[in-house]
C-alpha cells in the first residue's frame, strides 16, 4: 500500500487492445499521479536485444543478456518516455518486428525478475502515486497496490482498436495475433497475464474511452474515501 492517504498506487492490468494505455493516462493525468507502461519496459528490453544480435529464441542467451541494458522510463502521462542505454526507443519498440517477438522474451524469468525490480522502484518512488499499467501487476509486480483494474473487451472489439491504431492492418490477422499472444502470455511459467482474485473487472467492449476513464476515476476516488 502507498504510504500517505493521498497518495495512491493503481494497477491496471489486462490483454491487449482493452484500452490500457489510454485509460491509464488519461486517469494518471486526470488524478495527477505518475504514469508507467511496463510493457513498453519489455519491449526496451526486446529491441535491444534483436539490435545487439541475441536470438531471443535462446532463453540462455537472453538470460545472460538481461542485466545489460539500461532502461529508463519517464512517468509523466502527458508525455512518457523510454530511453535504452540513453537512446530515445519509444518509436523502436513499436514495431512488427519487436511486437512479434516480446512474448519470447517477457517469458525468461532472469528478464521478468529484472524489470519487475525496475517497476517496484519506480513505484515507489512515485511523489503522489501512480498508475501501472501491463499484464501482471496486480499479481505479482504490485500485489499491495491500492486499487486493481483488470480490463478486458471482446476478441473483435480489441482487433478493431489495434486495428485502428495500426492503419492499413486486416482485422481478421489483428484478431488471430491478439488471441495467440494471449495464449502465449496467459500459458507462460513465469508471471503469466492473469486478473488478481481482489481486481474489479471492467469489461470496454460497449464502453467509449471516456467512460472508461471515468469508471477507473470514480473507483480510485472511493479507495481513497475510504481509506480516509
Given amino acids: 500500500m502507498s504510504d500517505t492517504v493521498d497518495s495512491v498506487i493503481v494497477a491496471i492490468d489486462g490483454p491487449s487492445g482493452t484500452g490500457k494505455s489510454s485509460t491509464s493516462k488519461a486517469v494518471a493525468a486526470k488524478l495527477g499521479l505518475s504514469y508507467l507502461d511496463t510493457g513498453a519496459q519489455y519491449r526496451a528490453i526486446t529491441w535491444w536485444m534483436i539490435t545487439n544480435g541475441i536470438d531471443v529464441d535462446d532463453a540462455a542467451a537472453v538470460a545472460d543478456a538481461s542485466g545489460k541494458p539500461v532502461i529508463v522510463s519517464g512517468t509523466d502521462p502527458s508525455h512518457p518516455t523510454i530511453t535504452v542505454d540513453g537512446v530515445d526507443a519509444s518509436g523502436p519498440i513499436r514495431t512488427q518486428e519487436v511486437t512479434s517477438k516480446v512474448s519470447a522474451v517477457s517469458?525468461?524469468?532472469?528478464?521478468?525478475?529484472?524489470?519487475?525490480?525496475l517497476q517496484?522502484?519506480?513505484?515507489?518512488?512515485?511523489?503522489?502515486?501512480?498508475?501501472?499499467?501491463?499484464?501482471?501487476i496486480g499479481t505479482t509486480v504490485l500485489p499491495d497496490a491500492d486499487l486493481k483494474i483488470f480490463l478486458t473487451a471482446s476478441p473483435e472489439a480489441r482487433a478493431a482498436r489495434r486495428a485502428g491504431e495500426l492503419k492499413g492492418t486486416d482485422v481478421s490477422a489483428t484478431r488471430e495475433a491478439l488471441v495467440r499472444r494471449d495464449a502465449a502470455d496467459s500459458t507462460r511459467k513465469t508471471s503469466p497475464l492473469a486478473k488478481a482474485d481482489d481486481a474489479v473487472e471492467v469489461d470496454t467492449t460497449e464502453l467509449t474511452l471516456q467512460q472508461v476513464v471515468e469508471c477507473v476515476v470514480t473507483l480510485v476516488?472511493?479507495?481513497?474515501a475510504a481509506a480516509q
Fill in 120 to 136: 517496484r522502484s519506480i513505484a515507489a518512488a512515485a511523489p503522489h502515486g501512480i498508475v501501472v499499467e501491463g499484464r501482471d
Fill in 221 to 224: 476516488e472511493e479507495r481513497r
Fill in 107 to 117: 517469458a525468461v524469468p532472469e528478464v521478468r525478475t529484472r524489470i519487475t525490480g
